[in-house]
């Protein structure tokens, strides 16, 4: 059984899987070593807490084999909506194998190729041997699973429907989204639907049903001609077939014959469309346009293979099983990142679409696989941590599903500022449908003509800094893709709506300096507060990103507009703590804390306005060193704060700590958590990835800082992106460069080595 802390063993079986039983092609560079830090397991699991999960960015799918010998999987979609908002799993199938057995005499290895992008079985017993290849198609919504015996076997396919009746599904399974709604025709679920087509295995779900009219109709939106229902007539589900397969039920496909080799195919899709046959039509379509086992391969190995070539970190320790932990870490976290981050919607922060039965993670919460800790929407604080990363790592591509995201639901969030707060402008809530709207817990379930609050949830009351934090990495993709294009046409026009909310709803005061309140300093701060400092400095950061951007992005009206603002802003927040001045979570605030953040922190992430490139640095070291909540798990951002202001020692230590967070009960490396989200928390394994990026390199102005909180006894090799459209790589070891940091193009940006 695989144990992360036990690196040893796992090299000694992954070579066995690499060099015997996977034939896998000899390690010719730096970038083609993934594998060596993959998953090999060398026994089956006892249920979906023992899956590997695998995906092509937007499909899914959590893979394991029982003891049984059956092979499961869960699949998925980033856009399997439900007729609540619900992000729902697409099914769960079953493949069994006739006459097929694990017992002590066999020989089983499960190895998840990293490079191939595959997820591979070979069982063997004396001369009897059965090998398995399953992997998601990098081109098309297709899983596709190969099958290779000595022997002659029988095989069936099985799908196993949990959505089978209408039903109430109870408070407690509900989480937060509509935790305490009143209305039952809200909080329904409808069964799935098994399609009548021959010798093919359909199942789907068809929303009839939509929470989006009343959600509407009770916050005082408008449905108009730029806004759809995202959720009536949404049909996700599967169809499956093979080569000489037909259907004995209307649930189960087997093999005509006994045979020694099979492919299966399976079509995993989601689309609105106006009538069920029109889905049917559509995923008939894919498969007969769908190709070969082996061009699918071929294809989606390429692109894997280029993945890993365009960025890497590769840590070596004294000990060298931490160095191991730490890059297994950190190439599994990415991966996981990869098999989630290429579709319609951004990766959801509380388990992706890799969650499986709740059970295993809390045995509290027997509910159904569709269940996840935080519901259905968006959280900004706990988005952005996913997203922060894949600058340097150069996953611009995932990037602009983000984005666009946001570009999509503007109009919405310019609704938000003008129904909700009567002003123009656009006001992006913490907590999101993915329409944009408020989510209806936080907004209240008080009709809108009887409240007392436009939003009754305290915590998020006057939480505005999430629309700055946006436009922020925005500012940030620009800064490193230089894509004037997306400046134009994203960026501008979602900051210029952000700010206008700013300048339309807050107050100036006797000298025009802008008065921001009312206003919460996050969620741990709510009473009495004036200019909090996420709100000032993502201000501040934002216009100065703007400012810096090519002219012909933007209007010169627009431009002035943007240097007013700019001088109208208050000063980043101090005070004295113990004698030395530190960053304050506000100008004015009530000491009461409600949750477990560190404002003050802020401008150093992720608003970068004190680091190890700014005078103010020292500032930055004492106000961490006197921060409230030291934490190192979850969403909070310690680490790469941490490294930022060059702290070595706690940055290392922030990492090391991170590396422990895995869920006993799950098999896979990286399925951290729940902390304060759910299993595998994207929040934490994200963190993980941007402390050890920081830890390694930075960038501000022209400058790249290499090694700026770096242990000087680890060695290090890396890719890594930078500002500029740029990357750059090098090799540290035994306390001296290697290999001299070079960059991939010329540039005008200096290295700084610490």
């Known amino acids: 059984m695989l144990n992360s802390l036990r690196l040893k063993g796992i090299f000694k079986n992954l070579l066995i899987c690499l060099y015997i039983s996977l034939n896998i092609e000899g390690i010719t560079s730096q970038t083609n070593i993934v594998n060596q830090y993959s998953v090999c397991w060398d026994a089956p699991s006892e249920n979906a807490a023992g899956s ?242 082996d061009v699918a391969l071929q294809r989606t190995s390429s692109w894997w293979k280029k993945y890993w070539d365009k960025s890497y970190i590769i840590v070596h320790t004294p000990d060298q099983i931490t160095g191991d932990q730490i890059t297994q870490a950190y190439i599994l976290q990415n991966w996981m990142t990869a098999c989630a981050g290429r579709g319609n919607y951004p990766i959801k922060f509380n388990g992706s679409i890799f969650t499986v039965d709740p059970k295993y993670t809390d045995s509290s919460k027997d509910y159904n696989p569709d269940y996840r800790l935080w519901g ?20 611009f591509e995932m990037m602009k599903v983000l984005f666009q995201h946001y570009k999509t639901i503007l109009p919405m969030l310019k609704q938000n500022a003008k129904v909700l707060w009567n002003v123009e402008g656009a006001v992006n809530p913490e907590t999101a449908t993915i329409f944009g709207a408020t989510v209806n817990h936080d907004y209240g379930w008080t009709p809108r003509d009887r409240k007392q609050e436009v939003l009754e949830n305290p915590y998020v009351r006057y939480y505005w800094s999430s629309g700055l934090e946006i436009s922020g990495l925005m500012c940030d993709y620009y800064q490193y893709t230089q894509d004037v294009s997306f400046a134009e046409e994203v960026l501008v026009p979602f900051a210029k709506e952000i700010l206008n909310f700013y300048v339309n709803f807050f107050p100036h005061d006797e000298k025009g300096k802008i008065q921001i309140t009312p206003t919460h300093s996050l969620e741990t701060y709510w009473e009495n507060v004036k200019n909090d400092l996420p709100n000032v400095a993502g201000l501040h950061y934002v216009l100065k990103g703007l400012l810096s951007l090519p002219k012909e992005t933007y209007s010169l009206v627009e431009r002035e507009k943007w240097i007013t603002l700019l001088q109208a802003l208050p000063d980043i927040p101090q005070k004295v703590c113990n004698g030395k001045n530190v960053f304050s979570p506000a100008e004015i605030y009530g000491e009461g804390r409600t949750n477990v953040e560190n404002p003050e922190l802020y401008v150093v992430y992720p608003f970068s306005l004190c680091n190890i490139a700014t005078k103010n640095l020292q500032i930055g070291i004492d106000t961490y060193k006197n921060r409230i909540i030291k934490n190192t798990n979850g969403w909070t951002q310690d680490g790469q704060q941490a490294a930022r202001l060059g702290l070595t020692d706690e940055a290392k230590s922030n990492l090391l700590a991170k590396l422990k967070n895995k869920n006993p009960n799950h098999r896979f490396p990286v399925m951290w958590g729940p902390n304060y989200d759910w299993t595998p928390d994207q929040d934490h394994g994200s963190n993980l990835l941007m402390t050890l990026q920081e830890m390694v390199m930075q960038s501000y102005g022209d400058v790249v800082h290499l090694l700026p909180a770096f242990p000087e006894n680890w060695d290090v090799s890396f890719k890594l992106f930078t500002p500029k459209n740029n990357s750059i790589t090098g090799e540290y070891k035994n306390g001296k460069w290697v290999t001299s940091p070079s960059f991939e193009y010329k540039t005008k940006l200096k290295i700084k080595k610490h």
Not at 119 to 138: A, M, Y
Not at 231 to 250: C, E, H, Q, W
Not at 379 to 390: D, E, F, G, K, V
């Open 52 to 293: 590997m999960p695998i995906g092509n960015g937007e499909v899914g799918a959590n893979v394991w084999m029982e003891k049984n010998g059956n092979l499961l999987f869960y699949l998925s979609r980033t856009d399997a909506w439900a007729e609540n908002s619900a992000l729902y799993k697409l099914g769960k199938l079953r493949v069994s194998l006739y006459p097929f057995t694990i017992d002590s005499e066999t020989s089983f290895k499960q190895f998840l190729n990293l490079e191939k992008g595959t997820i591979e079985f070979e069982i063997q017993k004396g001369t009897e041997k059965v090998e398995l290849s399953f992997f998601v198609d990098n081109e098309s919504p297709i899983v596709y699973l190969q099958g290779k015996s000595t022997y002659p076997l029988q095989v069936n396919v099985s799908s196993e429907i949990w959505r089978t009746q209408v039903r109430l599904v109870p408070e407690k399974e509900r989480h937060f989204a509509l935790e305490k709604c009143p209305y039952d025709s809200l909080c329904m679920e409808y069964p799935d639907k098994v399609i009548d087509i021959a010798n093919k295995l359909m199942v789907c779900h068809r929303n009839e049903y939509s929470i989006y009219p009343f959600t509407m109709q009770h916050q005082g939106l408008q449905i108009t001609s730029e806004s759809k229902d995202p959720f009536l007539n949404r049909t996700m589900g599967y169809s499956v077939s093979g080569t000489d397969f037909s259907k004995i039920a209307p649930t189960i496909l087997t093999s005509d014959k006994k045979m020694n080799n099979f492919t299966l195919k399976i079509v995993a899709y989601t689309e609105q469309t106006n009538t069920l046959e029109n889905w049917v039509e559509k995923v008939e379509t894919i498969e007969q346009q769908a190709p070969s086992f």
């Open 376 to 395: 259905p929407d968006y959280w900004w604080q706990n988005t952005r941590l996913i997203y922060h990363p894949m600058l340097k790592s150069g996953d």
